[in-house]
């Protein structure tokens, strides 16, 4: 079984051109740097993480997972919305100490809230401040040694305005098709994707539990070290063309066609905390499945949330009406993940 990338393309901001520059050095030059003695690194423990301004623009002519057959998806591409450049993003990187409160989620917003730029009579605002109000700062608390990496905006405009929080990182995300290539020929399963919208903050926590373990509700062993990841997001505009493909436990929607497609959490009973966005979450470890005994990587306590608006469903070309879902919820879902 392969994975393989073909014709990779893609520019980056000048942060990331440092990089580049230090593996270009010749070896004289990288024989200057030398390991750092314990006085040193006493000097550097108990600072304030590392602050990194992102700008990219990716694409990717083919993307293959190659077994007995192969999976592509061709034609990938990441950008800012209208294919400009994905932008005004700003990465925050911290280890924690222990009971350190880092920024996660919306605490930004209960920064704001406390300080009186926002007003806490919107259900939501109210929220986050209850949530992400811990001893005197805004975040949220971590154990000693876990690696706490959050992504939010360089500029969020406004301080006093939501719009301007919620739609400052905007994104496009387009793939021409994704196809199954066998024996029998190829076979066009997606085409013409394109989803453009905002990225709401953004969080990936590896969590140091050492060597400890804890079992799921399903009986799985999992390692107490994993990685969490919690996210927020906006589709406001997206289309596909749905040509011959299952999506595991739901259904089949061969022949469809979608446009206006809007994904994201303003409606229904589920909306609290949100602030319009929809929602998805989970943690992925080392794990031992109770069933088979096999081990492998567990992806479980998966949680996705949002409301779906399809206005235009199309089968077999002709538009039947329009789509929606409200409370579309993912709940106590779990995965072992192991090679046959």
């Known amino acids: 079984m392969t994975l393989s990338l073909a014709c990779c393309r893609s520019t980056t901001s000048s942060t990331l051109s440092l990089w580049v520059l230090a593996l270009a050095l010749p070896l004289p030059a990288l024989a200057e740097f030398r390991p750092m ?7 550097v423990t108990g600072q304030a993480g590392v602050t990194i301004e992102l700008e990219t623009k990716l694409s990717i002519d083919r993307f293959s997972w190659i077994d007995e057959g192969s999976l592509n998806v061709n034609g990938l591409r990441l950008s800012g919305q209208n294919d400009t450049v994905l932008d005004n993003m700003k990465l925050t990187i911290d280890i924690a100490g222990d009971g350190e409160v880092l920024e996660h ?13 926002l007003a806490p009579g919107n259900p939501d605002v109210a929220d986050a401040l209850a949530k992400y109000s811990v001893a005197g700062s805004f975040g949220k608390q971590f154990n000693s040694g876990d690696l706490v990496m959050h992504l939010g905006a360089t500029d969020y405009g406004d301080p006093s305005s939501l719009d301007d929080y919620l739609r400052a990182v905007d994104f496009e995300l387009a793939a021409d098709s994704v196809t199954s290539t066998g024996t029998g020929g190829t076979a066009t399963l997606f085409s013409n994707i394109l989803l453009q ?16 373990t804890r079992t799921l509700a399903n009986g799985n062993e999992v390692s107490g ?36 497609l809007q994904i994201h959490n303003r409606r229904g009973d589920d909306t609290l905390g949100h602030f319009g966005m929809a929602s998805a979450t989970a943690k992925l470890s080392r794990g031992t499945s109770a ?11 998966v949680e996705f949330r949002a409301d779906i608006d399809m206005p235009v469903f199309k089968v077999g070309g002709t538009s039947i009406g329009s789509v929606q879902f409200t409370d579309f919820a993912i709940t106590n879902s779990t995965m072992m993940v192991y090679g046959r």
Do not use: C, M
Request: aromatic letters at 8%; proline letters at 1%.
């Open 105 to 117: 989620g919306f605490s930004e917003i209960a920064r704001r809230a406390n300080a009186g730029l």
């Open 291 to 301: 069933a088979s005994g096999k081990e492998g990587l567990s992806i479980h306590e």
């Open 197 to 212: 919208g905002y990225i709401g903050p953004t969080d990936l926590v590896i969590r140091n539990g050492g060597s400890s």
């Open 225 to 260: 070290s994993e990685l969490q990841l919690d996210t927020h997001f906006e589709i406001t505009n997206g289309s596909l063309n749905w040509d011959a493909a299952d999506v595991i436990l739901l259904f089949n929607f061969a022949a469809v066609g979608i446009e206006g």
């Open 37 to 43: 003695g314990d006085g040193a690194l006493s000097g």
